[in-house]
């Protein structure tokens, strides 16, 4: 917000609104460009044909029958990983911020991880585990049981994957809720004659049931919409859920754009439904159970049961490590068997991976360039943003936050499909500057948010006593609130770049050759490489976000350490 | 430098926060806008600042215009020149003590020798002289304040503005500091203008009060004036004064005197404190401070005008005198009695108040 | 001064001209030809390639590993030292996709098209999308004419096919001892339920045609026979690959010989079959787009790929087709017989292979329990 000034030093109020509304123009515009439009285009596409506005294709496309299969296989897989995560979310949260669970410490960084790793990279890992006949624990429990009780190429299996790569959602919103809630509350419900168990289900679940369901809907939405773990396990099994349909629409000869449009709208409208429902849960009881703060709950003693609840959770890690491991050991072999054989032992997979296959190569650097550029980006934008949001009164504020937050309703591959559809023709076509485009849209309510909550801890007040010193605005912005947030910026930025190394249903919806990303490539192997050289890729990935990982964990506590300091 | 403000509005949304307030500040002088939370003192005070964008009306700094609807002037804060100490201080924290007070310097381009010798001479002014280096984070709360004192002085501003800033202070250091504020402002010779909820800082720190009721100007006068002559219900009752009491003009004397009828036959002659003249019959309402009411006991002098019997209902020892609540017919009466006589919980006593002590305002100015 | 510029200019392509006439004398391509005329021909083509400058090629079944042997061997063979080749390996719908998209937009980005879509050639070639081209070399390409794959004047085919590949340990894991399949038959054995698996035959453009083509040779009651057996579906040929090699499943349907030669090299023993009744030659070959960037380059291209040389070359790339012209020595005869000894099932492309049919016939498989609902 420059100011033209006059000779006095003073300025004419509607130059100063002329300012504004050119600042909030650009703004409008930019978000029109990469957020409406994209949508716009993907509704456009599905309601008018070539003759015109046409209703004929969508009811043809709705009595497919496979389609309604897809439909109720995506809403099936979506429950059941909603139970799931919802179930270990909660469960584990509880152990940790209200129990005596030994060892909690160690386990609440290690909850996390499976949040910032690659779904598509557990769906691989986990074939090895679950294949019918292969899988390691059928050819264990097989002889005991007399039957192969797993399989991963199912509704099951594919749920299974979702709800415990998504359990860490319900845990994160659950923990926040419990460590924040009044212990009175609890303590009250004691005194009143209630168990500790009473205590727990009768007041202590039903005050963080606005944030355990708001992350459960939030599951819901992120499972429904989700392309890479029923790409890799539904089809073997005959699965098909919406987005591997409207991929298929796209991908095969002769691609059906009418009807991928169609069924991307549909999903899009779903999950815009399923988000408003979790907006107005949060916004009505938000605040009741969420009271005092730099308060710490009491523990309730488990007694010997605290081993229980340690082997629970350690039972969840280990569901997330040992797939993990297994394709390690894929990943070593010159091909894969079924069980681990010293004679196949080799290198020869990551020798292809880092040196040969030129897809996997370039889909490393992609993945590099894009997230790092990418999330460079979406760090600037969001803070910029946030501080036009937070600081500064120019008109039609609110419009901007619901455009910025509206890509969060939206699955990635239907964001994908509308940026495919919008920009096929451009010259942005074919380049990795669109898939970046289309990463920083879809994450920029993730980038917003959380820095809009980085700006609203800082004090008004010392951006204003900057102004009052003689700092224009933007003075008082770049020298005053930005070296404030700057810490909080940097874990935003290695989220983000976590996020875009991972991402899959946007990118293959936009990849073209030389553009594939880090998980497209990743699939491409897939289609044709060894398992084992897969394996290797998949780790390779892994790695690459666990040392993230390591990283945003070592910024956070040195962060948190300084401030208590 | 004077300040003048001029129909000053503010609303936010439905909200009015400031509704035609005009004042003149005189140069070199201290001028207080006390008022409740929310009667629109800050709001005032940060459209003087340039912080927020008033609705209407015209503010001048010196004889240059700073904002005017009519003429759509608006000169952003930080082109005022106008110093500003906030409430919290608003230390910057990844700063030291000397990049804080120097920022003002920094951000007008003056050379680096002078940002520091400057930045130094202040430091010293405040009593921080030997803190320069010290990381901001790492101050104590008075420390802060002079922090932000110094800052909001050291580009020798022509107005300083205030914005509660002894609220965060405990009671010594509150003392103190107001006391070095009139030193500086003394020496330094800037015009200054406070925000507080604080009666005893507004009485002891300025040279006028303007008091603030819902967006308004309630009453503006010395501390002496506002105190003893409060012109409405409403600053009376926020200048600390214990007992207002609503009832009906009895009959109107001479001079501006009248007499209240309380009910139950309780008369009180008062001083009547509204502009336009009191008519008989219309609803009244009285005020008196606690600490001018006589408690005696019953039958001391004889009954009078404004002399009224009661029993005593609650008595509170507050180490310089006694805080008595007396149930005196429909009324209940607070006043202050000396420590050498105490009267007991069920003491018959009679209360006498003096008529020039008593102000009368109009039913409608009772807020 | 102008003068001078275009005297300098001039001399400069006299210059370049020279050396390119005098570069051409070594390259291998024109020693081989006799005849002056044709010579003359492809020197202008040189020349062209040479001022292009580029090659982009796009296509199915080629690995991204084996195009870089053929594209050295053609830079080396037409003495192209600077060109630029590119290869872009993708699936057909991605391919079909992609070119439908840039010809929408105008866009000029690929010379040469690779794939096995008859049908599609056949719309493209309507359309006046394909670049006529009749290079000499087709004359040699009499297999693929007896088998109805060729569109004079654009394009001759090397095939390949899908046919079972199986794993014998796991073949006998499962009570199969002595599995020695020799028809189609074999493989829709009962014993051999929920152990088998194919490409998904409702996505995959060339995998749908080829089993509607065993449908077609072997009866109805063989396609209920395979749907009994619920055969699970992949996605991409690598997958079954992989799952033969794991054990997962005993065999699968229709994959191609380079498959059964990844995982022999892997030493997993598997085994290809080419089952007595014939399998459904695809037709696969490479057209020049009428947009193509580079022409020049791209007629060189399909010169050099449907030489005698080139075939050879593309075979020994690792690429495992069934030649369209006959004398392409099969590089690994045990699992890759050559065209002439294949009984090929036969196919109309153009009808059995449109759009309607293959849409029809997946009806039929859903009907039989195949796929998705």
């Known amino acids: 917000m420059s100011v033209a000034s006059t000779a006095s030093g003073s300025v004419r109020l509607p130059l100063f609104r002329g300012h504004g509304v050119i600042a909030v123009a650009t703004i409008y515009a930019g978000l029109a460009v990469t957020v409406v439009l994209p949508l716009a285009a993907v509704l456009f596409q599905a309601v008018v044909a070539d003759e015109g506005l046409s209703f004929a294709k969508i009811r043809e496309v709705f009595s497919s029958p496979s389609i309604v299969d897809a439909t109720v296989n995506t809403v099936v897989v979506s429950a059941l990983a909603v139970v799931l995560a919802g179930s270990v979310g909660v469960t584990l949260a509880w152990l940790v911020a209200r129990s005596n669970m030994p060892l909690k410490r160690v386990f609440d960084p290690l909850n996390m991880i499976p949040f910032y790793l690659s779904s598509v990279v557990g769906a691989l890992s986990w074939q090895v585990i679950a294949a019918p006949r292969t899988g390691m624990a059928n050819t264990w429990l097989e002889p005991l049981l007399g039957y192969a009780p797993f399989n991963i190429y199912s509704v099951w299996g594919i749920a299974f994957v979702l709800g415990l790569f998504y359990a860490p959602y319900v845990y994160l919103f659950t923990l926040g809720s419990l460590q924040s809630m009044d212990a009175a509350l609890e303590e009250a419900a004691r005194m009143s004659g209630a168990s500790k168990l009473q205590t727990a289900v009768r007041v202590t679940l039903p005050l963080s049931a606005p944030a355990i369901l708001s992350a459960c809907i939030l599951v819901f939405v992120t499972s429904a919409g989700i392309f890479g773990v029923p790409l890799v396990l539904g089809v073997p099994g005959r699965v098909h859920t919406l987005s591997t349909l409207i991929y298929r629409y796209i991908a095969e000869y002769p691609s059906d754009f009418a009807a991928a449009a169609i069924l991307s709208s549909a999903l899009f409208l779903f999950t815009v439904a399923l988000t408003a429902l979790q907006m107005a849960l949060l916004r009505g009881r938000r605040f009741t159970t969420v009271t005092g703060k730099g308060y710490r709950p009491r523990t309730v003693d488990l007694g010997a049961w605290r081993w229980v609840g340690a082997g629970i959770n350690a039972l969840y890690l280990l569901f997330v490590i040992v797939p993990f ?30 040196f040969v296959d030129v897809t996997a190569k370039r889909g490393l650097m992609n993945s590099l360039v894009i997230s790092t550029v990418g999330a460079t980006l979406a760090v600037a934008v969001s803070l910029l943003l946030a501080l036009v949001l937070q600081r500064t009164r120019l008109p039609a504020r609110q419009g901007i936050v619901w455009l910025s937050m509206l890509p969060v309703t939206v699955p990635g591959i239907v964001l994908g499909f509308g940026f495919l559809v919008a920009f096929v023709s451009t010259p942005l076509y074919g380049t990795l500057w669109l898939i970046m485009l289309a990463y920083i849209v879809h994450y920029l309510p993730t980038g917003l948010r959380n820095t809009e909550s980085l700006v609203q801890a800082i004090s008004r007040e010392l951006d204003e006593s900057a102004r009052m010193s003689g700092a224009t605005w933007w003075e008082a912005m770049t020298r005053v609130v930005v070296p404030l947030v700057a810490p909080g910026m940097v874990s935003i930025w290695l989220l983000l770049f976590v996020t875009f190394i991972r991402e899959v249903s946007a990118s293959m919806m936009l990849f073209t050759y030389g553009t594939e990303t880090m998980s497209i490539a990743l699939i491409r192997i897939m289609e044709y490489e060894p398992y084992g050289v897969s394996g290797a890729f998949g780790v390779l990935q892994t790695l690459l976000l666990l040392g993230c990982v390591a990283l945003i964990r070592q910024l956070s506590s040195a962060r948190q350490s300084s401030q208590a300091a | 430098m004077p300040v003048h403000v001029r129909g000053l509005a503010k609303t936010y949304g439905a909200v009015r926060a400031v509704q035609g307030v005009d004042f003149t500040v005189a140069p070199g002088t201290t001028v207080t806008l006390l008022g409740p ?34 003429e759509g002037i608006f000169v952003e804060p930080e082109r005022r020149n106008i110093g500003m100490v906030f409430q919290s201080y608003a230390i910057w924290p990844h700063m030291t003590v000397g990049g804080n007070v120097g920022f003002p310097l920094k951000i007008s381009g003056r050379p680096k020798a002078e940002v520091e010798e400057r930045t130094r001479a202040i430091l010293q002014l405040v009593g921080l002289g030997d803190l320069h280096d010290r990381p901001a984070a790492a101050l104590s709360g008075g420390q802060q304040q002079r922090v932000a004192l110094a800052r909001a002085l050291v580009h020798e501003p022509q107005v300083v503005l205030f914005d509660e800033p002894l609220s965060n202070l405990d009671a010594n250091l509150r003392e103190r500091m107001r006391t070095e504020l009139q030193l500086l402002q003394a020496r330094l010779g800037f015009t200054a203008i406070f925000v507080t909820h604080d009666q005893q800082e507004a009485l002891s720190l300025s040279d006028r009060i303007i008091v603030m009721n819902r967006g308004r100007l309630e009453q503006e006068g010395t501390p002496q004036d506002v105190f003893q002559n409060p012109a409405t219900a409403f600053t009376a009752r926020f200048l600390g004064y214990a007992n207002v009491f609503a009832g009906e003009v009895a009959d109107i004397a001479d001079a501006g005197k009248v007499r209240i009828d309380l009910g139950d036959g309780v008369l009180l002659a008062a001083r009547w404190r509204a502009s336009e003249p009191a008519r008989k019959g219309e609803r009244g309402t009285i005020a008196f401070r606690a600490d001018r009411v006589a408690v005696e006991p019953r039958g001391t002098v004889p009954p009078g005008d404004n002399v009224i019997a009661g029993d005593i209902e609650a008595a509170a020892f507050l180490g310089t005198f006694i805080d008595y609540t007396i149930h005196a017919g429909p009324l209940q009466i607070k006043a202050e009695g000396p420590v050498d006589k105490p009267f007991v919980r069920g003491d018959a006593v009679q209360i006498r108040i003096s008529p020039a002590q008593c102000h009368a305002f109009r039913a409608a100015d009772a807020a | ?53 580029g090659l982009s090629w796009i296509g199915v079944q080629i690995e991204p590993g084996h195009a870089n042997p053929i594209l050295a061997e053609f830079k080396r063979y037409y003495g192209l030292d600077d060109l630029k080749g590119e290869y872009t390996y993708a699936g057909t719908g991605e391919i079909v996709t992609r070119i439908e998209q840039l010809l929408r937009a105008k866009r000029k980005e690929f010379d040469i098209v690779w794939t096995a879509s008859w049908a599609w050639y056949k719309d493209l070639l309507k359309r006046g999308e394909i670049m006529q081209y009749d290079s000499p070399h087709y004359a040699a390409y009499t297999l693929s004419d007896q088998n109805g794959m060729s ?46 698996c194919m490409i998904d035959v409702m996505v995959s453009t060339s995998a749908a045609p080829v089993l509607a083509g065993v449908v077609k040779a072997m009866g109805d009651e063989w396609l209920k026979k395979l749907g009994a057996l619920k055969p699970a579906l992949h996605i991409k040929a690598a997958q079954g690959r992989e799952w033969v090699g794991s054990g997962e499943f005993a065999a699968t349907l229709l994959n191609s010989p380079k498959d059964a030669l990844s995982l022999q090299q892997r030493n997993i023993p598997t085994k290809q079959v080419f089952p007595k009744e014939g399998v459904v030659l695809i037709p696969f070959a490479p057209i020049i787009l009428s947009s193509a960037p580079h022409p020049n380059t791209a007629k060189l291209f399909i010169d050099f790929v449907r030489s005698a040389y080139g075939a050879q070359t593309v075979m020994n790339s690792g690429s495992l087709l069934f030649f369209g012209r006959p004398g392409v020595k099969s590089k690994y005869p045990d699992i890759l017989p050559v065209m002439e000894e294949v009984k090929a099932i036969p196919f109309d492309w153009e009808t059995e292979g449109s759009t309607a049919a293959v849409k029809a016939f997946r009806e039929k498989l859903r009907a039989a329990g195949i796929g998705a609902k």
């Open chain 3, 151 to 196: 569109q004079k004047g654009y394009w001759a085919s090397d095939a390949y096919a899908f046919a079972p590949i199986y794993n014998p340990q796991t073949m006998e894991q499962n009570g199969l001892k002595n599995f020695n399949p020799t028809s189609w038959n074999d493989f829709v054995d009962p014993r051999l339920a929920g152990r088998i």
């Open chain 3, 1 to 53: 001064m102008k003068r001078w510029l275009n005297l300098a200019v001039a001399a400069a392509g006299l210059v370049t001209a020279a050396a390119a006439t005098a570069r051409a004398e070594d390259v291998p391509a024109l020693a081989a030809i006799s005849d002056t005329a044709e010579r003359a021909r492809v020197q202008a083509l040189i020349e062209g390639a040479r001022k292009e400058g």
């Open chain 2, 37 to 70: 939370s929310g009667c629109g003192k800050t709001t005032t005070l940060r459209c003087i600042a340039g912080l927020e964008v008033p609705t209407a009306g015209r503010i001048t700094v010196g004889d240059r215009v700073v904002y005017d609807d009519a």
């Open chain 1, 325 to 354: 491991l297994a394709l390690l050991l894929v990943s070593l072999q010159d091909a894969w068997t079924g069980s681990f054989e010293w004679a196949r032992l080799t290198l020869a997979n990551y020798h292809q991976v880092l």
